[in-house]
């Protein structure tokens, strides 16, 4: 029997339609594939690079020799995280440090006041090898709008000898800090917003020398 040019109309539509899904399919199977590659892709760079700076931190702090306690070193590494966002601010790369940037900065002078002094105290250490900018990074107590404590009470936190070269140093800062806050009027910027004044136990509030709160970001700015 010879099919009716009907029949063949109906198996070339057939066979049409065929074509049509088995190329839907494949395209669905394609972006489902390049989704999971790229989702595996980012999920391996981010523990690859949360396992990078863990070992680095952890590297930098095993250097402070002269650190009483292997505590002060893990509350070091806690702050590294905490100022991260600081990094675009104190690089140049942003006009104002963002909120995220002023609520770490805030936590580190609540949390951690030797830790801080400890690491201002061993800040030339040769593995630190990176520069700031000290400008921007002085003016972000005032840009975060925090009242944060004096550098100069750490010669008593590390109980330094007050003819010690380390103990004039911090002197030195704290007259650069004084001098700062004394001629600079306060700026309002966009993005840190309004900052609550940090109590931190019996330490003058005044605003903080950012410049040597900022080794904290030193390894950080190694992944930017």
Not at 50 to 74: K, P
Not at 164 to 171: D, N, R
Not at 178 to 201: F, L, R
Request: aromatic share 6%; with cysteine; hydrophobic share 35%.
């Amino acid at each position: 029997m010879i099919p009716s040019s009907n029949q063949y109309v109906d198996t070339h539509r057939v066979t049409e339609d065929r074509a049509i899904y088995i190329h839907e399919h494949t395209k669905r199977l394609e972006d489902t594939f390049l989704s999971r590659e790229n989702t595996t892709h980012r999920t391996m760079e981010k523990s690859t690079r949360t396992l990078f700076i863990t070992i680095v931190i952890t590297s930098m702090l095993l250097g402070f020799g002269n650190s009483d306690l292997a505590q002060d070193r893990e509350e070091c590494t806690n702050q590294l995280i905490e100022l991260s966002t600081c990094i675009p601010y104190v690089g140049g790369d942003a006009k104002a440090p963002t909120k995220d940037c002023c609520a770490g900065f805030g936590q580190v002078i609540r949390k951690s006041e030797k830790c801080v002094c400890i690491l201002v105290r061993d800040k030339d250490d040769p593995q630190l090898g990176i520069k700031i900018n000290a400008t921007l990074a002085a003016h972000l107590p005032s840009a975060c709008h925090i009242t944060a404590p004096n550098i100069t009470d750490c010669i008593s936190i590390l109980h330094l000898p007050r003819n010690s070269t380390l103990a004039k140093e911090f002197e030195n800062l704290g007259r650069i800090e004084d001098n700062y806050n004394s001629t600079s009027p306060t700026q309002i910027h966009k993005g840190g917003g309004k900052a609550e004044p940090v109590k931190s136990n019996g330490w003058k509030e005044k605003s903080w020398l950012g410049v040597e709160l900022l080794i904290y970001l030193l390894v950080s700015l190694i992944f930017f």
